[in-house]
């Protein structure tokens, strides 16, 4: 059984909602990202999505873009990324990683060697922003070759035949876009996302965890009621930016661990 469907099954099993936070490989620097990974799995992560930096990172609001552009400025490559995985995987062989980022890097690799590398080294997901389900028959071909979950992005303007689309294809979980615009933007309208859950689960059986715009722990623990996992990334991604080298795992710890327990909290 892949690792992010075994995390979403126990969790279920005891009533819990999925914490699924997000950062940039190689941000602030490339020795930071795995210990940033285990400080995340120890604040209570269930699920690590790990963004692979991209010159052209259209979907992400200026937090992420500035990330990326520091990731890239340091040597961050789709190669690297994977390495970091494999070296995450070396104390951690259970927490599910999610790769998420654009189509050009993988292409560039070629996608049959790319999900073999991510089988290599315990990647057991990936989001690829621009590749819509239409143009996924071939990814996702091998990616299930190797039970590797791919994950797609749902928005409040997407059909119905583009959800029974993605119904089709995904694995793991679907990542449903609260906000129309880049990540990071806006405010959240909790009713507007309650409102949308019924439609989308007549289409899907797969968890649905929402993100873009989830800013704190009460916003955090209100799309944790409608939803069975919340994503946070461009806040995550602030206080990386924000830290200083010696207080960086200290902060981000104290702020997921927040949203853990927000999460968990019994009304």
């Known amino acids: 059984m892949n690792r992010i469907q075994a995390t979403f099954e126990r969790l279920a099993a005891a009533q819990r909602k999925a914490l699924i936070p997000f950062i940039t490989a190689g941000d602030p620097d490339l020795d930071q990202t795995v210990p940033l990974m285990h400080t995340l799995v120890a604040a209570g992560a269930d699920v690590i999505e790990l963004g692979v930096p991209f010159s052209d990172p259209m979907a ?3 937090t992420i873009q500035r990330a990326s552009e ?3 400025k340091n040597g961050m490559t ?8 494999g070296e995450f995987r070396q104390r951690d ?7 998420m980022g654009y189509g050009n890097p993988i292409e560039a690799m070629g996608w049959e060697v790319f999900a073999a590398q991510c089988a290599k080294v315990g990647v057991d997901g990936v989001l690829t922003v621009d590749f819509p389900p239409e143009e996924s ?3 996702f071909e091998y990616l299930q070759r190797y039970d590797i979950a791919p994950i797609f ?3 409040p303007t997407t059909t119905e035949a583009r959800i029974a689309q993605v119904a089709q294809l995904a694995r793991g979980y679907v990542y449903y876009v609260s906000l129309k615009g880049v990540t990071g ?5 909790i009713d507007s996302i309650a409102a949308k ?9 797969l968890p649905i965890g929402v993100g873009f715009g989830i800013r704190d722990a009460e916003t955090a623990r209100q799309v944790a009621e409608v939803s069975d996992a919340v994503v946070i990334g461009s806040r995550i991604v602030q206080e990386i930016e924000s830290s200083a080298s010696g207080d960086l795992l200290a902060n981000v710890q104290n702020f997921v661990a927040g949203v853990r327990a927000a999460l968990d909290r019994k009304e």
């Not at 062989?93 to 790769?99: A, C, E, G, I, K």
């Not at 933007?185 to 309208?189: E, K, R, T, V």
């Open 153 to 155: 992005l749902l928005a």
């Open 78 to 85: 789709l190669r690297g990324v994977l390495a970091m995985v």
């Open 197 to 205: 859950m019924p439609q989308l689960r007549r289409f899907l059986s």
């Open 185 to 189: 933007a806006g405010n959240l309208d």
């Open 137 to 139: 028959q071939a990814p």
């Open 60 to 62: 992400d609001g200026p």
């Open 93 to 99: 062989s259970t927490t599910p990683v999610v790769l």
């Open 70 to 72: 520091r990731a890239l």
